[in-house]
């Protein structure tokens, strides 16, 4: 594997999870691998999972790891080709990319979407610039439209509390105030879509994500009708995914918050959110408490997704 940038680069499931697994049992085995090399981590929006667990995968295989924050202290960037750069950006992504490059062994980039222009964030303008300019293997740390990375952990995390060949996994809208990437949602669907389980997905009326996402997947305008029987049930908000109200928050019903009640209506079933989470509008106290709640261990998968894919990385070099 040389760039990572969509679940789909995972290649056979049972190998992945077997990999993952060995990586978690295992978790120094391979610093030989990564000795003497450097991973880059770039950042253009905030994160605590992503910087942290990111950064632990790199170390736990020996890597020596550095971090760029662009909005702190890096000069601001333009991105826009033929601009006229007489305003308060003073250097352009198309010298700071190759100058990165230089720096470091493999990239990784979170670049949210930006909701300006919808082609921009759905052809992954940031990343591929990266992918090209750089000269060095790039992964995704959460770009416009996929997690990748979040995914896997997600993946792995089902794989270890499933207790059925083919679970029911029901991946919910919930309000949120502020309007938010379809990034997570893209690409869990992207992931579940590899998988035989039963995979439902439950959203307001104009929240129905792009076609190239859902796939075969069931979708429902009816939350109540998509938890009875659900296994998972993971949780995310996400804004308007259709060219018409791109990037919009159209709904903050707080019916569709998980609640006790709702759980009720699943099989006993696990609660996953890939954080962070508002509580109260995603989910309520006592669903995130619960014994049945698995942020914490999802959280933990991501040293294990991202130390899974540095090494395929790592060994491509
Ligand atoms: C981001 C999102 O929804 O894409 C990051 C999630 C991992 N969430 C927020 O910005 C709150
Ligand atoms: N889940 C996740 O990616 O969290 P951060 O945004 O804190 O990295």
């Known amino acids: 594997m040389r760039h990572f940038t969509s679940v789909t680069q995972l290649g056979d499931l049972k190998d992945a999870f077997a990999a993952a697994r060995y990586v978690k049992e295992n978790p120094f085995a391979d610093q030989a691998l990564g000795k003497n090399r450097t991973l880059l981590l770039v950042f253009f929006n905030n994160s605590l999972r992503t910087r942290l667990s990111t950064q632990k995968a790199g170390l736990n295989l020996g890597m020596n790891v550095?971090?760029?924050?662009?909005?702190?202290?890096?000069?601001?960037?333009?991105?826009?080709?033929?601009?006229?750069?007489?305003?308060?950006?003073?250097?352009?992504?198309?010298?700071?990319?190759?100058?990165?490059?230089?720096?470091?062994?493999?990239?990784?980039v979170r670049s949210f979407a930006r909701f300006e222009n919808k082609a921009d964030d759905y052809n992954e303008v940031i990343l591929n610039q990266f992918i090209k300019y750089s000269g060095k293997p790039v992964f995704s740390m959460e770009a416009a439209t996929r997690h990748p990375l979040q995914t896997f952990a997600d993946m792995i995390t089902i794989e270890e509390y499933k207790t059925k060949a083919r679970p029911k996994v029901v991946m919910t809208w919930a309000p949120h105030p502020k309007a938010l990437p379809q990034a997570v949602p893209n690409s869990f669907a992207e992931g579940l879509n590899m998988t035989d389980y039963e995979f439902v997905i439950a959203n307001p009326e104009g929240y129905d994500l792009a076609p190239e996402f859902v796939g075969d997947a069931k979708v429902?305008?009816?939350?109540?009708?998509?938890?009875?029987?659900?296994?998972?049930?993971?949780?995310?908000?996400?804004?308007?995914?259709?060219?018409?109200?791109?990037?919009?928050?159209?709904?903050?019903?707080?019916?569709?918050?998980?609640?006790t009640?709702?759980?009720?209506?699943?099989?006993?079933?696990?609660?996953?959110?890939c954080l962070p989470v508002r509580r109260n509008m995603i989910v309520s106290d006592d669903v995130i408490e619960s014994p049945r709640s698995l942020v914490i261990p999802e959280a933990a998968n991501r040293v294990v997704s991202a130390q899974t894919v540095l090494k395929e990385i790592l060994k491509s070099l």
């Open 220 to 259: 429902t305008h009816d939350q109540d009708e998509a938890l009875r029987g659900a296994d998972f049930v993971y949780a995310k908000n996400w804004s308007v995914a259709d060219d018409a109200h791109y990037g919009e928050v159209l709904n903050r019903d707080r019916s569709w918050t998980v609640t």
């Open 66 to 108: 550095i971090v760029l924050d662009v909005n702190q202290g890096a000069w601001k960037l333009e991105t826009e080709r033929g601009v006229i750069m007489d305003g308060d950006k003073s250097e352009h992504l198309l010298e700071a990319i190759p100058v990165m490059g230089s720096y470091c062994d493999i990239i990784g």
């Open 261 to 273: 009640e709702k759980m009720a209506l699943t099989n006993d079933a696990f609660f996953m959110h």
